[in-house]
């Protein structure tokens, strides 16, 4: 039988932060499972249930100085599910890394919010 691995990290290994994030989990012994959220997006239900997890709205986690929001989002003014379709075709806008244990998420923004997972 297969061990459930409660952390999940959404990672862009790119992202400095996100790598901060990563190294942070990994020093305390902490292996999660790593979805490279850019190559694998998550679906708008997945999506959905990240933010309850989080506790945040979509508009909390949207990239909002990223140049495709700049560009083609910026004064746009969508409804929650059209903003989570957004998110969907277009992860960049997704603010990173998302870590996830169990019921609850923080965003790795700074690295050390992780802390209230463990």
Excluded at 5 to 11: A, E, L, R, T, V
Excluded at 15 to 38: F, G, I, N, Q
């Amino acid at each position: 039988m297969a061990k459930i691995n409660p952390f999940i990290i959404y990672h862009n290994p790119r992202c400095t932060k996100s790598r901060e994030t990563l190294a942070l989990l990994e020093k305390k012994k902490v292996k999660p499972e790593v979805v490279e959220y850019l190559k694998t997006p998550p679906s708008a239900t997945e999506l959905k249930a990240l933010l309850k997890k989080l506790g945040l709205s979509v508009q909390e986690i949207i990239r909002k100085k990223e140049p495709l929001f700049i560009e083609k989002f910026k004064d746009k003014k969508l409804s929650d599910e059209k903003w989570i379709t957004v998110l969907v075709k277009n992860p960049v806008l997704i603010e990173r890394p998302i870590v996830v244990k169990g019921n609850k998420a923080v965003i790795g923004r700074p690295p050390e919010n992780v802390f209230t997972l463990l």
